[in-house]
């Protein structure tokens, strides 16, 4: 897979000439580094699951995809529109006014 990442220049040409001296590519000694530096994280705490309580409903409304953000702050604005709350003085909600102004 290709992909690209910003390294410090002196970083870069450490890699390369060691790359260079053990007869390897770059990326072979990207990922060899990448590697060894995940293997050495200690391993997550057993974390206890959490239950999220959960309401009688139909799911999801048709047409909301819960990966968009933007478009569920949409579709959560548009149900509150009428009344003040919290989601209307969000910067970038669909009303009048100066970012974070709240109603028009």
Not at 1 to 12: A, C, K, N, S
Not at 13 to 34: D, F, I, M, N, P
Not at 55 to 65: E, I, L, S, Y
């Amino acid at each position: 897979m290709r992909t690209t990442v910003r390294l410090d220049e002196h970083l870069l040409q450490q890699a390369k000439q060691h790359a260079v001296a053990s007869g390897t590519t770059l990326t072979a000694v990207l990922e060899q580094a990448l590697r060894e530096s995940l293997a050495r994280r200690p391993a997550a705490a057993r974390l206890e699951p959490v239950r999220l309580k959960t309401f009688r409903g139909g799911g999801v409304r048709p047409g909301v995809d819960l990966d968009d953000s933007a478009s569920l702050l949409d579709a959560m604005v548009d149900e509150d529109e009428t009344s003040p709350g919290p989601l209307r003085s969000l910067p970038g909600a669909r009303f009048g006014g100066p970012a974070g102004g709240g109603a028009p």
